[in-house]
């Protein structure tokens, strides 16, 4: 009983300090995955305000649709707290009770469990020494009783056989007589010893139960510990309890409230249709130097303007561009291992002036760029002066050609910008 008790307290303090370590490795965990969600939702953000800005949408629906790319960072922003809380808060408070709470020996454990050892051994030492006792005595009685039962056989032989004598029969009733005294002082030494063992048993188990009592109050600090550290826990993952994310929702809300059809329809009107304005056109006299005139918006360098886009959309009807034209595809099923696709050429509605086909057939007209160029959309290709590059189709009405890098990347020019070689 006492062995199984102090093994018990023993396996116990082990398992405390083992569960402290689990906890930890749990947190920290999670904590990965909370990192993990806020930089996805971070790149997804950064990604899609990107294409949401450069596309077709415009106004304050668009400001809505951004809103909805702000949810997305704040909220990352929020999750990368609940990170660091689980780390530097909740994993130090636990690692820094464990250390207070268990204190690990070189040899033997922890002190805390030798210190429960010790006590039941010291509450049990008076009643195991009666014990002992108890036993040595019943032994002892047993032992008689053989002797007896030993002595009377061969007294009831003695009688049967003509060869023992009556001397003989004379000492084998006397054996039989001294086994039955021994006999009965044996048992009254076992039942003396008994009845004291029974009268040490109560505050034995007194003594027992107190140092019992003693070794759980430890157990009862690691519970009550471990129940205001979860409920920490629970804090800091609950972020329906944060007011910052009720907040980043009423502003996504009022955002997306505020959305006004038609003023939206009204800037559209103004900027793209019948309300913008017209460059319409003069009569103009007769210009020599026309050609070699300055632009009215020059580039860096001296380089000439960009080609016009507001009234005519180049090939490919850019104004009507959406991600899947900025070379991004996503498939409506999601899966962890899903990278965006490349926008093929030949998802153009079968337009038989993709980039594909030029490029295939290995046509075009070796030009060499005048000017640096940065791309302003995805679809544009951008270079340096002095680049060379493949010319894939000519100029359309609004200044713009198609061509190809020595990278092999394709997309639209000005024309202005380069000049045969």
């Known amino acids: 009983?006492?062995?199984?008790?102090?093994?018990?307290?023993?396996?116990?303090?082990?398992?405390?300090?083992?569960?402290?370590?689990?906890?930890?490795?749990?947190?920290?965990?999670?904590?990965?995955?909370?990192?993990?969600?806020?930089?996805?939702?971070?790149?997804?953000?950064?990604?899609?305000r990107q294409l949401i800005e450069k596309g077709p949408q415009y106004g304050s629906v668009e400001r809505a649709w951004l809103a909805v790319m702000t949810e997305a960072e704040k909220v990352s922003e929020l999750h990368q707290d609940v990170k660091n809380n689980l780390l530097n808060e909740d994993v130090e408070k636990v690692k820094n009770w464990q250390k207070e709470a268990y204190h690990k020996q070189m040899i033997g454990g922890f002190k805390e469990a030798k210190e429960a050892e010790e006590g039941f051994k010291k509450a049990q030492k008076p009643w195991a020494k009666k014990l002992k006792e108890m036993e040595t005595?019943?032994?002892?009685?047993?032992?008689?009783?053989?002797?007896?039962?030993?002595a009377a056989t061969r007294e009831a032989n003695g009688k049967t056989e003509a060869s023992v004598t009556a001397d003989q029969q004379k000492k084998l009733h006397e054996k039989v007589d001294k086994c039955k005294q021994d006999v009965q002082?044996?048992?009254?030494?076992?039942?003396?010893?008994?009845?004291?063992?029974?009268?040490?048993?109560?505050?034995?188990?007194?003594?027992?139960?107190?140092?019992?009592d003693q070794c759980q109050?430890?157990?009862?600090?690691?519970?009550?510990f471990l129940k205001e550290a979860l409920l920490d826990i629970k804090r800091?993952?609950?972020?329906?309890?944060?007011?910052?994310?009720?907040?980043?929702?009423?502003?996504?809300?009022?955002?997306?409230?505020?959305a006004n059809t038609q003023e939206d329809l009204k800037w559209f009107s103004n900027n793209h249709g019948p309300g913008m304005h017209m460059n319409w056109p003069?009569?103009?006299?007769?210009?020599?130097?026309?050609?070699?005139?300055p632009p009215k918006k020059k580039k860096p360098d001296g380089a000439p303007p960009?080609?016009?886009?507001?009234?005519?959309?180049?090939?490919?009807?850019?104004?009507?561009?959406?991600?899947?034209?900025?070379?991004?595809?996503?498939?409506?099923e999601w899966s962890d291992d899903e990278q965006p696709a490349a926008y093929s050429g030949n998802e153009n509605g079968g337009n038989g002036n993709s980039f594909e086909d030029d490029s295939s057939t290995g046509r075009g007209l070796r030009v060499r760029a005048l000017y640096d160029y940065e791309g302003q959309e995805q679809d544009e290709l951008t270079f340096k002066a002095g680049d060379e590059l493949t010319k894939t189709e000519d100029e359309d009405e609004q200044g713009w050609c198609r061509g190809r890098l020595d990278n092999g990347r394709e997309g639209l020019y000005p024309a202005n910008y380069v000049e045969p070689i």
């Not at 800091?236 to 505020?258: G, W």
């Not at 003069?282 to 005139?293: I, T």
Request: hydrophobic share 30%; glycine share 2%; aromatic share 10%.
């Open 217 to 224: 109050q430890h157990e009862v600090k690691r519970l009550t």
């Open 185 to 212: 002082k044996a048992k009254e030494k076992y039942e003396k010893s008994l009845e004291e063992l029974n009268k040490c048993t109560q505050p034995y188990m007194e003594s027992m139960e107190l140092v019992f």
């Open 236 to 258: 800091h993952l609950n972020l329906t309890e944060n007011q910052s994310y009720a907040t980043i929702y009423r502003e996504l809300e009022r955002t997306i409230l505020a």
């Open 282 to 293: 003069a009569f103009e006299e007769y210009n020599p130097d026309q050609a070699a005139a």
């Open 306 to 332: 960009t080609p016009s886009t507001d009234h005519v959309a180049p090939p490919g009807d850019r104004s009507s561009v959406s991600s899947y034209d900025k070379n991004q595809a996503y498939s409506t």
């Open 137 to 150: 005595a019943k032994k002892a009685y047993h032992m008689a009783c053989k002797e007896e039962k030993l």
């Open 1 to 48: 009983m006492i062995s199984s008790e102090s093994f018990c307290l023993t396996v116990q303090f082990d398992d405390g300090h083992r569960l402290c370590n689990d906890l930890m490795g749990c947190l920290q965990e999670r904590a990965k995955i909370e990192k993990a969600y806020g930089d996805q939702l971070t790149a997804w953000s950064k990604r899609w």
